[in-house]
């Protein structure tokens, strides 16, 4: 199931929901070719994976939204864990303490695009 967030508040409530689970917000618009062709699979997603929790936000919506997490273009995919966007460092921290090995060159808590094995490939890296 994909959940419509419209404000903070109601971000706020799914972020706690989710506790420890990953979380995968999708920005995105009505108007967006992009946008309609990966929700199908996003939608998809959201019952292959029901340990992962997923939300859309309509950034003409909820603009306010769009602006706190500095949404440039839709779609755009960003990953959260216990409240905060999954970063560059927890993605270090993780490597160094866990794995000790990995790229670490490239931000993983989000990109742009409708891919959905580079989605599929993040939320598999993330769970």
Same mark, same amino acid.
């Given at each position: 199931?994909v959940? &419509?967030?419209r404000?903070?508040?109601?971000? !706020? ?5 989710? *506790?420890? &689970?990953?979380?995968? $917000?999708? /920005? ?5 070719s #992009?946008?309609?062709?990966? %929700? #199908?699979? /996003? ?5 292959? %994976? @029901? *340990?992962?929790? /997923?939300?859309?936000?309509? $950034?003409?919506?909820? !603009? ?6 500095? $949404?440039?273009?839709? @779609?755009?995919? +960003?990953? =959260?864990?216990?409240? +905060?966007k999954?970063?560059?460092?927890? !993605? ?6 866990? &794995?000790?090995? *990995?790229?670490? &060159?490239? #931000?993983? =808590?989000?990109?742009? *695009?409708?891919? @959905? ?6 939320? +598999?890296?993330?769970?």
């Amino acid at each position: 199931m994909v959940q &419509n967030i419209r404000d903070m508040d109601e971000l !706020r409530k799914f972020l706690k929901a989710a *506790g420890t &689970n990953l979380v995968v $917000v999708e /920005f995105s618009a009505k108007w967006c070719s #992009p946008c309609k062709r990966i %929700y #199908p699979l /996003f939608r998809a997603m959201s019952q292959q %994976y @029901p *340990g992962v929790m /997923f939300a859309t936000v309509d $950034v003409d919506e909820a !603009r306010e939204l769009a602006e706190i997490y500095h $949404v440039k273009a839709v @779609p755009t995919f +960003q990953m =959260f864990k216990q409240f +905060q966007k999954v970063t560059l460092f927890s !993605r270090i921290k993780r490597a160094i303490c866990c &794995n000790r090995s *990995g790229s670490l &060159n490239e #931000p993983i =808590f989000e990109f742009c *695009g409708a891919d @959905p094995k580079k989605l599929e490939e993040k939320i +598999q890296e993330l769970m």
